[in-house]
């Protein structure tokens, strides 16, 4: 398994343009989840979703939007990029939604380094 | 004020020391979560806890729920597990999570 894989790993935005980070997961995983990690502050959940077709806010959604029309994928559109987005995202899934039972470990991707000028 | 809070921030042991990080929590929870990321940026899940005290290896994690307190644990203590350990919480009858600033641990040879 290829775990959680996430693209691009890097990337340059200018402020207004907009992009699409891309999230896939080959563990048949309904749980998915948007981070972004600024320096020197925690995670922060930025979308998350319980299944396809299912998605909904987490503490900072503004400025993003999401879509979940596959198990496997979870992309996050930035659609006009500012300054403030400048952030590490990181996209994770786990097989429940970590409140209890079996198996709740998350798996993280291995970050994309987001920077807007 | 962070709904989860970490300490130290900041870290530094000699190899084979005994090592403790806490966490405290403002929210009620339904799961505590321990990661660690590595220098180069990955993250790993370490443990989850909803109650009590679970061990992987050196690695120890517990929990006082009335306290709202967790702490984890290295024994022996190895260059190797030079990280930042990070705290996190889901709400409970809620879907968000709360994560600390990490704890940044340096052992040294």
């Known amino acids: 398994n290829a775990g959680v894989t996430q693209t691009p790993k890097f990337r340059i935005l200018k402020i207004g343009q907009s992009m699409t980070l891309q999230c896939t997961q080959d563990m048949n995983h309904n749980y998915m989840y948007w981070y972004r990690q600024d320096p020197g502050m925690g995670l922060k959940l930025i979308y998350y979703?319980?299944?396809?077709?299912?998605?909904d806010k987490g503490e900072v959604p503004n400025g993003y939007n999401v879509s979940r029309s596959t198990t496997e994928d979870f992309p996050l559109r930035l659609e006009l990029a500012a300054p403030s987005q400048t952030s590490v995202y990181f996209c994770?899934?786990?097989?429940?939604?970590?409140?209890?039972?079996?198996?709740?470990?998350?798996?993280f991707g291995p970050g994309t380094r987001l920077t807007v000028l | 004020k962070n709904e989860v809070e970490q300490s130290p921030q900041n870290l530094t042991a000699q190899e084979g020391e005994f090592i403790t990080i806490n966490c405290s929590y403002s929210?009620?929870?339904?799961?505590l979560h321990w990661l660690q990321q590595h220098p180069g940026g990955g993250i790993v899940s370490l443990f989850m806890l909803s109650s009590g005290k679970k061990k992987h290896g050196r690695l120890i994690a517990t929990i006082n729920i009335q306290e709202k307190h967790s702490s984890l644990h290295i024994t022996a203590s190895h260059p190797r597990d030079s990280a930042v350990y990070i705290c996190?919480?889901?709400?409970?009858?809620?879907?968000?999570?709360?994560f600390g600033t990490g704890t940044s641990l340096t052992v040294i040879p």
């Open positions: 994770a899934s786990s097989y429940s939604p970590l409140g209890g039972g079996g198996r709740n470990e998350q798996f």
């Open positions: 979703s319980v299944g396809a077709g299912i998605t």
């Open positions: 996190a919480v889901r709400s409970v009858g809620g879907n968000q999570f709360y």
């Open positions: 929210v009620g929870i339904s799961a």
